[in-house]
């Protein structure tokens, strides 16, 4: 079955400072992963996807995720967190070719 | 260009009686899928609705059902409320031109069951 797995609950970062939010996956052929966030109250965002090419994914608000086959790893990063960065964070994996099965998630806390 | 829309925002209801939860999808999108998020966890897929059919389906009982309407809009029913059923309802639009699209999520129907 297609999973993801966040190991952290939670991340805290200092402003300014780079940040990593960790997900592995486990999928049977070629993975599909995407980032979410989570505001409060709030839906999901998109951030950004991998699907095929390039192993360093740009998305938006300045994230990147760096896709690694040989770690069946796929972290969300950012070079210099904001405080407004502070919010859950899902990694999602397509199962089925058409569901999005997500990780427990990973609350990210950037101190100013 | 309006995003995922979903109403209600918030709904109260008690046990045993029934729901309908309705989303209108991002404008040019003709697929809906619907997630369950209960409180600290992931989003879980219920089902998916493409050409007013349900496609794939999660592992959630035949107490959920769907619809999506001519326009692709979509409504999640769910009978016989449980407890367990208090959640945050996602609604997700995307375009079926393939494969893994991206899907769009809404801002959610909160619902509490009592």
């Known amino acids: 079955a297609q999973s993801v797995a966040q190991p952290e609950d939670q991340v805290n970062v200092a402003e300014g400072n780079p940040l990593t939010v960790k997900c592995t996956y486990s999928v049977s052929g070629n993975p599909y992963l995407f980032w979410y966030v989570q505001y409060p109250n709030r839906g999901l965002q998109f951030l950004l996807k991998?699907?095929?090419?390039?192993?360093l994914v740009k998305g938006s608000y300045g994230f990147e995720a760096e896709f690694n086959k040989s770690q069946t790893s796929f972290h969300l990063k950012k070079p210099s967190a904001l405080v407004s960065d502070s919010a859950l964070y899902f990694c999602a994996v397509f199962t089925g070719r058409r569901a999005l099965t997500f990780g427990s998630g990973t609350r990210l806390q950037v101190q100013p | 260009d309006a995003g995922v829309t979903q109403s209600p925002t918030h709904l109260i209801k008690t046990r045993g009686q029934q729901v309908t939860l309705r989303c209108s999808p991002k404008?040019?999108?003709?697929?809906v899928s619907w997630y369950q998020q209960a409180l600290g966890q992931g989003p879980q897929f219920i089902f998916q609705y493409y050409e007013e059919e349900e496609r794939q389906r999660g592992n959630f009982p035949d107490r959920f059902s769907g619809h999506q309407f001519p326009n692709y809009s979509s409504e999640l029913n769910v009978n016989a409320l449980l407890l367990g059923d208090s959640a945050l309802y996602l609604c997700?639009?995307?375009?079926?031109?393939?494969?893994?699209?991206?899907?769009?999520f809404g801002p959610g129907t909160r619902l509490l069951v009592l």
């Open positions: 404008s040019g999108h003709d697929t």
């Open positions: 997700a639009s995307s375009l079926a031109s393939g494969t893994q699209e991206t899907q769009y």
């Open positions: 991998y699907i095929t090419g390039d192993n």
